[in-house]
């Protein structure tokens, strides 16, 4: 008989899920590689033999991200840098190419979202979102692409985005509507630079929760009882999981994949009941009085 196991948990940090040295002299790039899932991802580059060039606006993000890559003995080099700065972000690159080379990925994972039902957005909270998540992967794709053409070499992108992208996502937006940019954007830039050997894809977090959420995402996640019961695959993700997508769709082993989104969420984003339970409003679901234009 079958029993409701959920899916398997995933081999611990640390397991490879490539050959050894995949990424052995090559460099990579993960804007925001200092916290949570990008420090995730930019420990499974380095343990397959990249080194790592990590971007990020705070000091201390960027002390972890150190700290985390000397205990892998990997190549680091740390860069404050707003993506939503062109010129800091051409001068993050140039500083890249002087110390290692031109990288051979970019993983374009800096984001920003909190909470709030629509009508409570002020304009600049809604820019503030959209500028770093759409534009500052717009900013980041630009400038290596155009290094890449000029250098005549071949590269790899993987922006990361979220499922709501597709559902839209009640409470969040700003950040729902600038990661349906993401992806979108993902498949224009596929085409247009797939001749020149540009791969460029998407990546799709599922429920990975981490020590470095901010505190409104946090709030947010606490307000759910019981978070791996409310999963398909009865249990939330784990940040190995994400790390291994992105090695694998940034190797030789995926490179006839492009313009491709790849979830990794256990199913979660096309769940649906048999039967609907009844709505409950964001205002109220984040405990908030009734609007008030004051
Ligand atoms: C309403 C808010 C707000 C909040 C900021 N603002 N926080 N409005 N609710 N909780 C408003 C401010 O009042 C201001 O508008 C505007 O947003 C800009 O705020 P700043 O603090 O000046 O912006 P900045 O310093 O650039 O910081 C950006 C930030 C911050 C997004 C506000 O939280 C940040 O740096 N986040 C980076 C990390 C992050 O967001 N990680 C989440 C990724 S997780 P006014 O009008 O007052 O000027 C993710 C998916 C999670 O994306 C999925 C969960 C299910
Ligand atoms: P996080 O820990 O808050 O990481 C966000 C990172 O982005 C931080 O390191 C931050 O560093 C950096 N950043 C923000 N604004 C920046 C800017 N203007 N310039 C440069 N760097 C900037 O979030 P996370 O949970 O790891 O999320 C990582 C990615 O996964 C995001 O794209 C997010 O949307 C996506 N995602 C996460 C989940 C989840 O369950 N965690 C689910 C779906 C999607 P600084 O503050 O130092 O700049």
């Known amino acids: 008989m079958a029993t409701t196991q959920g899916l398997p948990r995933p081999p611990a940090p640390g397991a490879a899920a490539l050959p050894d040295g995949t990424f052995d002299g090559t460099t990579v790039v993960v804007t925001g590689g200092g916290t949570g899932l990008g420090k995730a991802i930019a420990a499974e580059f380095a343990r397959l033999g990249a080194r790592l060039a990590i971007l990020s606006r705070k000091p201390d993000h960027l002390e972890a991200a150190r700290r985390a890559m000397d205990e892998l003995g990997a190549e680091v080099a740390c860069i404050e840098c707003d993506i939503r700065d062109a010129d800091a972000i051409a001068a993050a690159f140039d500083r890249i190419e002087e110390r290692f080379d031109l990288p051979a990925v970019l993983v374009n994972n800096a984001a920003a979202n909190f909470p709030s039902p629509t009508e409570d957005l002020s304009p600049n909270a809604w820019r503030t979102v959209v500028d770093i998540t759409l534009n500052g992967t717009f900013l980041m794709c630009r400038e290596y692409a155009r290094r890449l053409l000029a250098a005549d070499r071949a590269g790899s992108i993987v922006n990361i985005g979220a499922s709501y992208a597709w559902t839209g996502g009640p409470g969040f937006a700003h950040s729902s509507a600038a990661k349906a940019g993401v992806k979108n954007l993902t498949e224009t830039l596929a085409v247009e ?42 249990r939330v993700g784990e940040r190995q999981e994400l790390g291994w997508a992105a090695t694998f769709l940034a190797s030789p082993y995926a490179r006839f994949i492009s313009g491709h989104t790849l979830v990794v969420d256990g199913a979660n984003w096309q769940r649906r009941n048999l039967v609907s339970p009844p709505v409950t409003p964001i205002r109220d679901q984040m405990g908030r009085p009734p609007f008030d234009e004051d």
């Open 193 to 234: 630079w797939g001749p020149y050997g540009i791969q460029v894809n998407c990546l799709v977090p599922g429920l990975m929760p981490h020590e470095d959420m901010t505190a409104d995402i946090k709030g947010n996640l606490a307000a759910t009882n019981d978070k791996d019961a409310c999963q398909p695959a009865l």
